[in-house]
């Protein structure tokens, strides 16, 4: 079975630009989330998408936003990138009626902004 | 409200002796817990979970935790390490109703072992 697949895996971009960064969860998972870990600030939710809507959000500005699509994978987008939004950003997927509540993680998206 | 307190950013052991990952936790409901390995530039990888069943859980590799709630603890060990261990580790707590599941991360245990 395959696992949660991310792309690309780096990312260099400059103060300004936009990001577009892609996920594909695991086959039959409904539920995609976006984490991002920075250096000195650890592992932070950003997004939570379900059945493509948006469930839940982190305490993160508006421009970082996303959609899921109807095959259940989904895109992160960053606008207006500035140098702090250099990070790995981490897409995981669920089951939605999993009792076992547990995310599988992707390799990550290494995002570069110079 | 939930949160995840790892006590130290720093482990580092000789390959062979026993390894002690402390997780103290914080959360309004009954919490499910994790354990996650995150390797050199590779994304995360599940160790173990407690979801309220038996309060010893096992997982890969050899490590194992034990879910003490009167300690509000979570603490990761296993009896022998091996140099193939080292990495970071992530406590991590959710909310087994309610709250989108959303994992909310410790700060992470760089683990070292040593010859």
């Known amino acids: 079975e395959a696992g949660v697949t991310q792309s690309p895996t780096h990312l260099i971009k400059t103060r300004g630009q936009q990001a577009t960064l892609r996920c594909s969860p695991i086959s039959g998972h409904t539920s995609v989330y976006w984490y991002q870990q920075a250096l000195g600030l650890g592992l932070q939710f950003l997004l939570w998408?379900?059945?493509?809507?948006?469930?839940n959000r982190g305490n993160f500005p508006p421009r970082f936003s996303g959609r899921q699509f109807p095959n259940y994978s989904s895109e992160l987008n960053v606008n207006a990138l500035e140098l702090e939004d250099s990070a790995l950003y981490l897409c995981?997927?669920?089951?939605?009626?999993?009792?076992?509540?547990?995310?599988?993680f992707g390799p990550g998206t290494r995002l570069t902004v110079l | 409200a939930q949160s995840v307190t790892q006590l130290d950013s720093h482990v580092s052991v000789s390959e062979g002796t026993p390894v002690l990952l402390r997780c103290n936790y914080s959360?309004?409901?009954?919490?499910?817990l994790f354990w996650y390995v995150q390797h050199p530039n590779k994304g995360l990888q599940l160790l173990l979970k407690?979801?309220?069943?038996?309060?010893l859980v096992k997982g890969i590799n050899g490590f194992e935790a034990e879910f003490k709630k009167s300690e509000t603890s979570f603490h990761l060990t296993k009896p022998s390490a091996h140099m193939s261990d080292a990495a970071e580790y992530f406590c991590v707590v959710t909310l087994r109703t309610g709250g989108g599941n959303k994992l909310t991360f410790g700060t992470g245990t760089q683990l070292k072992v040593e010859l």
């Open positions: 407690y979801t309220s069943a038996a309060t």
């Open positions: 995981a997927s669920r089951f939605r009626d999993y009792q076992g509540n547990e995310q599988f």
């Open positions: 959360s309004s409901y009954s919490p499910s």
């Open positions: 998408y379900d059945e493509g809507e948006e469930r």
